[in-house]
């Protein structure tokens, strides 16, 4: 009986987890429409004086909540199909790079009515900094995306995927590109090369999150000196709101990376995959894993 109370346990305390970062992604969300809808005059992109609001809306829906939640699907959907799972983890990271970039559209164009200067402060180079490694991740995960297309329930369908991946790789980012040629020209450490690339993908997946929020904390600063600074330390209620979504942002940080390491909570893979992945092995070091001694 303890034995399967373990897992349920465990089940449960990851659905709670779940939800506690959503009420807080949805928060965070909230709560930054509140302070430019009630404290910055809203939003309009025509408007000179509010465009400035678009940008940090538009970078915490996208390059915080939603790249959150794409880091999420593959522990949410662990019983769906890896197909799926990839379409929906790609779908969110286009749509959270999209709305990003909307955001610095806004704050360059702000700049440029105003004659302020562009790229000087750490905000801006964090944020450019995650931005680039971001469309590289993106790069990565359409690469990924093709190469999984097709039933994977045949050695021709595992070569057709590896012709897919080999067409890819020349439209990836340089480093990317770099690896796929060891994996093409040295077809014997591919399988090993792939294995030991996921963790990778997955830890630089979590940093930039980091990265992200740590640019959005930068920021909530940047613009609290730049439009409150005289009033700051009297604890005016617009800075007090701000430090309250710095901490949220914080803890919305915080439960997605407990939920992304905890080694019971991660997707296993299905019956078909196990089988697609004995095959590839088989293709790219010549031996049938079966068959090995």
Known sequence: MEDLAAPAASSMGF??????????GLAVILMTGAWMG???????WENSNLQLNVHPLCMIVGMVFLQGDALLVYRIFRNESKRSTKILHGFLH???LVIALVGLIAVFEYH???GYSNMYSLHSWCGIAAFSFYLLQLLCECREGVAGLGNPSSTNNVALRLLQSALIRKRAAVSEWLL????FLCP????SLRSRYKPLHVFFGVSLLILSITTTLLGILEMLLFKISD???SFVPEGVLANILGLLLVAFGAALAYILTRDEWRRSPLAEELALSMDFKTLTEGESPAGSH
């Open 94 to 96: 286009a749509l959270a």
């Open 180 to 183: 796929g040629l060891v994996f």
């Open 112 to 114: 440029k009515k105003k």
């Open 38 to 44: 009630v404290y910055r005059g809203g939003i309009a």
């Open 231 to 233: 009033s700051y330390s």
């Open 188 to 191: 014997g450490v591919s399988f």
């Open 15 to 24: 659905t709670y987890m779940v939800a506690a970062s959503q009420t807080l």
